[in-house]
């Protein structure tokens, strides 16, 4: 059990109600400590805000889940201010290491030559990583909390990054793949979409192609924002990675601070409409899925909940989905829980597999051990 969240797997699967009112207190004094609000805000006099699946509605001089977000004056607009990204850049080289590197062009030539110019990988060549501040969960487990002290601290203004600095990075004519994660880049998507247009056009008319749009996100965001940001990816070549917590909405909940019914529901929505999407290119595949295997919350049985919604998907819309499973690190407030097992890797593998996924992909198997 680890000390963040307060109990174990098997009360919040049993008892959910008693069991999240524990995970709800203990996440609320971190929350507070930071000057971020404990849960999302429901002030019936706040300003609505629809981007993501928390809907807050956020008080005068109040934020909302995200930290992003604020009401000013009775108005919502960005934290930055409007037309502005709070971002971080940089060039990742080709073999990229993200999430969807198994199925990636610019690793495999899956999509050749539409969507890669090369057969092998795109050697000397680039993904531009923008690292996104902000983001609708609250994860014990964060790899990257460094954005959520930045947002509380007030050093987020050395983040400010125009749209046309992004669109301008973007261009580079080494850089192959644009990936937006973070955080997450949901609170900033309207701003992405617009920048991601922008590269596209730039692109076809400078003829640096390809210039692959990619998402690495919770799948939180509003549906008509999902299915853009999806459309972006389609014509580009790139890949709609979503990142699945967990299946029970009560451990979902404890692991993340989201509504886990209400999380469970717009993941389904999403990767529906994106399955359907999907129909239209089959390769690269455009929606991948991955599950951080956490020790003794994300088990082979949180696996194959969503495996199993993951292959109604691949059956109904004829559709590659690849998963990629996601060995566990200890980091923020989870450092109380070893790495993930080989044991459990393999478990959760098998349970997909089972399930009727055709193409799982077990991460960052350096990490794997005989721990449990």
């Not at 478990?347 to 193409?359: L, N, S, T």
């Amino acid at each position: 059990m680890a000390e963040a969240i307060g109990v174990c797997a098997d009360c919040l699967r049993r008892r959910p109600a008693e069991a999240l009112a524990v995970a709800r207190r203990k996440r609320s004094i971190y929350r507070e400590k930071l000057g971020l609000p404990p849960s999302p805000p429901r002030g019936t006099s706040g300003a609505p805000c629809k981007i993501c699946v928390n809907e807050c509605r956020i008080p005068p001089g109040g934020r909302g889940y995200c930290g992003i977000w604020v009401n000013r004056g009775g108005k919502l607009e960005p934290l930055q201010g409007h037309g502005r990204l709070l971002a971080y850049t940089y060039l990742d080289p080709h073999p990229t290491n993200c999430t969807a590197g198994y199925v990636c062009p610019a690793n495999t030539s899956r999509g050749y030559p539409r969507y890669t110019f090369t057969e092998g990988v795109e050697k000397g060549y680039y993904n531009l990583a923008v690292f996104l501040l902000g983001c609708p969960l609250d994860c014990h487990f964060c790899q990257n909390p460094e954005h959520k002290l930045a947002l509380a601290t007030g050093t987020w203004a050395r983040y400010i990054k125009s749209i046309d600095e992004l669109v301008e990075e973007a261009l580079n004519p080494r850089v192959t793949c644009i990936c937006y994660f973070g955080g997450d880049p949901t609170p900033h998507m309207p701003l992405l979409i617009q920048a991601s247009r922008k590269i596209i056009v730039e692109a076809e008319k400078r003829k640096q192609w390809p210039k692959r749009i990619c998402w690495e996100t919770d799948g939180l965001a509003s549906s008509p924002l999902m299915r853009e940001a999806a459309r972006l990816s389609l014509v580009s070549g790139g890949i709609v990675k979503i990142d699945w917590k967990a299946w029970t909405p009560s451990i979902y909940e404890a692991l993340t601070g989201a509504n886990g019914e209400k999380a469970l529901n717009r993941l389904k929505e999403n990767t529906e409409q994106l399955a359907r999407i999907a129909r239209e290119r089959p390769e690269p595949p455009l929606l991948v899925i991955s599950t951080l295997l956490v020790p003794g919350y994300v088990d082979a049985e949180e696996v194959r909940g969503i495996a199993s919604h993951v292959a109604s998907l691949m059956d109904k819309y004829r559709v590659n989905i690849p998963m990629v499973l996601l060995a566990f690190h200890p980091d923020f407030r989870m450092r109380d829980l070893p790495p993930t097992s080989k044991r459990h890797a393999l478990e959760a593998y098998r349970a997909a597999k089972e399930a009727g996924v055709k193409e799982v992909f077990i991460g960052n198997v350096w990490l794997l051990g005989d721990y449990y």
